[in-house]
């Protein structure tokens, strides 16, 4: 007798078969992943640093303990990758791939920075606080390394940002360590080249002010000011005030409508003689579109206003004395009076500073190479036209205006007459 033959929608082999296999393979998957676990596991605390060197940030680690971090790294990148994960494995993993990247984000910072700062993001979310701790600490000081590095090949980490995360941690960890981290930020910052130096401290300096002024520490509030009122300057009022070589307080209403360049400067600075015959030669170049230079002597190493008026009276640059006038800070302070020096905290020379006709900083530090463009751009003459001007303008924009309004009324009219 011929057998019955399979439906073609039948299984290929019974239903006890396929529920054997199956459990089987699940059995042998979740043993082999089970046994990953534990090597991944056990690699990682063979790897763990036992305790982060002190110099962190100061000094290549070893090459063995860099090993040893990134193979923790590695194997916790392939325990995230095992299937049915559990969170208490994960989160054993994050604190020990922390650890890890700790140390790393001090030898490569792009390959780590990013990652550390999510690692402690997580950690602080599952409320690890002694880890994620550590971890944020290490995440603002190599934040301050990176922040405070220029370059094209250099990792781009906004100033501002790194200045409210720390502000934030100050908050969440009140103590003497938070604060150094924030003193710590501003000394790397005030070493930079002035320029760089400045345009981070106008937008990192009020932040941290704001934050000193909630905690009543007063001294560094105050220590903060003269960062502020310099690196702000740009786009707003300069005060400017002295006293001359003379012992005459100077009248600043005597630059009004001028264009003016601040020279602070020293007679022992040897960069400031160096720039003098390229000012000299500026300053005769416009000085008849309205441009003035005015030195500001700071009144240190020695530079008392004996020594300052010897210094212009017998010095010349390419056969010629200097023709503007000068300033004395010590001066100044002999009259109790405020010094420009102090309040804006010139504490680098020599120091260019170029204000507008307005009285507005137009650069602060300009470069050598621009100040030629930037002082003819500043002294040209600027158009105004005057109300009655402004009035025939009007009225002849509004003429035009309605014979093209008529010309399209002719075209429509033309357009839809009867052919």
């Not at 470069?367 to 003459?381: G, V, Y």
Request: one cysteine or more.
């Amino acid at each position: 007798m011929g057998g019955r033959l399979p439906s073609p929608l039948a299984p290929a082999f019974p239903m006890r078969t396929f529920f054997w296999t199956f459990t089987l393979f699940f059995s042998v998957s979740t043993f082999v992943s089970a046994q990953d676990l534990a090597q991944l596991r056990k690699a990682i605390e063979d790897n763990i640093p036992a305790v982060l060197p002190d110099d962190l940030g100061y000094r290549i680690p070893s090459r063995e303990l860099i090993d040893a971090c990134q193979a923790v790294v590695d194997a916790a990148n392939q325990i995230y990758a095992l299937p049915d994960l559990d969170d208490q494995d994960r989160h054993w993993t994050l604190r020990r791939e922390a650890i890890a990247r700790i140390l790393l984000v001090y030898v490569d910072a792009p390959a780590h920075y990013t990652r550390l700062a999510h690692l402690s993001d997580e950690l602080e979310k599952l409320e690890a606080r002694n880890v994620a701790k550590l971890t944020e600490e290490h995440v603002l000081k190599a934040g301050i390394l990176l922040a405070t590095q220029t370059g094209a090949n250099t990792m781009n980490v906004c100033p501002q940002a790194l200045a409210e995360r720390m502000v934030m941690f100050a908050e969440q960890y009140p103590g003497r360590e938070s604060l150094q981290i924030i003193e710590l930020f501003l000394q790397q910052v005030r070493r930079m080249r002035a320029s760089h130096r400045d345009r981070r401290l106008a937008v990192i300096a009020p932040i941290f002010q704001e934050y000193f002024k909630t905690i009543y520490h007063t001294h560094r509030v105050a220590a903060l000011e003269p960062d502020i009122q310099r690196a702000t300057l740009p786009g707003n009022q300069m005060r400017l005030v002295g006293v001359d070589l003379e012992g005459r307080d100077f009248d600043p209403a005597t630059l009004r409508d001028k264009v003016v360049l601040l020279q602070f400067w020293g007679t022992w600075c040897g960069p400031c003689k160096q720039e003098i015959p390229e000012l000299i030669a500026l300053y005769e170049k416009y000085r008849a579109d309205g441009f003035e230079i005015i030195g500001i002597n700071t009144g240190t190493s020695g530079d008392d206003e004996r020594r300052v008026r010897q210094f212009i009276d017998t010095t010349l640059f390419d056969g010629k004395k200097i023709p503007w006038k000068i300033l004395h800070e010590g001066l100044s302070e002999r009259k109790n009076n405020p010094t420009i020096t102090k309040f804006y905290g010139i504490d680098e020379l020599p120091t260019l500073i170029l204000i507008g006709r307005d009285g507005k900083v137009l650069n602060l530090h300009p470069l050598p190479a621009t100040l030629d463009q930037l002082i003819a751009n500043a002294t040209a003459p600027q158009f105004e036209w005057t109300e009655e001007e402004k009035k025939q303008i009007e009225e002849r924009e509004r003429k035009e205006q309605e014979e093209i309004n008529r010309q399209l009324e002719q075209i429509r009219v033309e357009l839809s007459a009867p052919r």
